[in-house]
T-cell receptor, first 113, second 112 residues
Framework: EAQVTQNPRYLITVTGKKLTVTCSQN?????MSWYRQDPGLGLRQIYY???????DKGDVPEGYKVSRKEKRNFPLILESPSPNQTSLYFC????????????FGPGTRLTVL | QQPVQSPQAVILREGEDAVINCSSS?????VHWYRQKHGEAPVFLMI?????EQKGHEKISASFNEKKQQSSLYLTASQLSYSGTYFC?????????????FGAGTRLFVKA
């Protein structure tokens, strides 16, 4: 089944404790992206990747890191999480950047205390 | 810059029609529409490319007026299953390629 998977689905952590949210897609998509969703603000892009080893900042990249060492994986790293990073996070992938349907993962609900 | 969606929320009775608007201050190359049900991931509905093409998806259709930098999503004879939050995503030419920027969403509730 074609899908985007994320892990974990739920995470409660404390300020400053490094964490990684994994994202994997099995559709051989070139484009992958991370979004955060907050009430009233919609989906805001954190980082995106046009292909392996090619990443770029989205609209809200502060406090986040990403890497794209393999085509299928695009982990989101929070080196020192803070309470303002409490949010619902979605990973998405598409055949390529631009003019293409994005397939979203199930989401990761993160709470930083 | 984030596109502006209107209305922010709408309540319909089953069978009624609704229009959701999306406008941008930037020249657009395309507009995407997604629907998100509560507790789920957004799901793609359709994409409209520059050229004013109108598209349809069951009883849901959309138009794109690139001169006005606007798109509208039309839901006709609404069903209970249409309830959810609708997002438009716009693509404008930015340095380094096209980025999809999503609006804040329109919450739609269809009641029996």
């Amino acid at each position: 089944e074609a899908q985007v998977t994320q892990n974990p689905r739920y995470l409660i952590t404390v300020t400053g404790k490094k964490l990684t949210v994994t994202c994997s897609q099995n559709m051989n998509h070139e484009y992958m992206s991370w979004y955060r969703q907050d009430p009233g603000l919609g989906l805001r892009q954190i980082y995106y990747s046009m292909n392996v080893e090619v990443t770029d900042k989205g609209d809200v990249p502060e406090g986040y890191k990403v890497s794209r060492k393999e085509k299928r994986n695009f982990p989101l790293i929070l080196e020192s999480p803070s309470p303002n990073q409490t949010s619902l996070y979605f990973c998405a992938s598409a055949v390529r950047q631009g003019f293409n349907e994005q397939f979203f993962g199930p989401g990761t609900r993160l709470t930083v205390l | 810059q984030q596109p502006v969606q209107s209305p922010q929320a709408v309540i319909l009775r089953e069978g009624e029609d609704a229009v959701i608007n999306c406008s941008s201050s930037k020249a657009l190359y395309s507009v995407h529409w997604y629907r998100q049900k509560h507790g789920e991931a957004p799901v793609f509905l359709m994409i409209l490319l520059k050229g004013g093409e109108q598209k349809g998806h069951e009883k849901i259709s959309a138009s794109f007026n690139e001169k006005k930098q606007q798109s509208s999503l039309y839901l006709t004879a609404s069903q209970l299953s249409y309830s959810g939050t609708y997002f438009c995503g716009t693509e404008a030419d930015n340095t380094g390629g096209f980025k999809t920027i999503f609006g804040a969403g329109t919450r739609l509730f269809v009641k029996a």
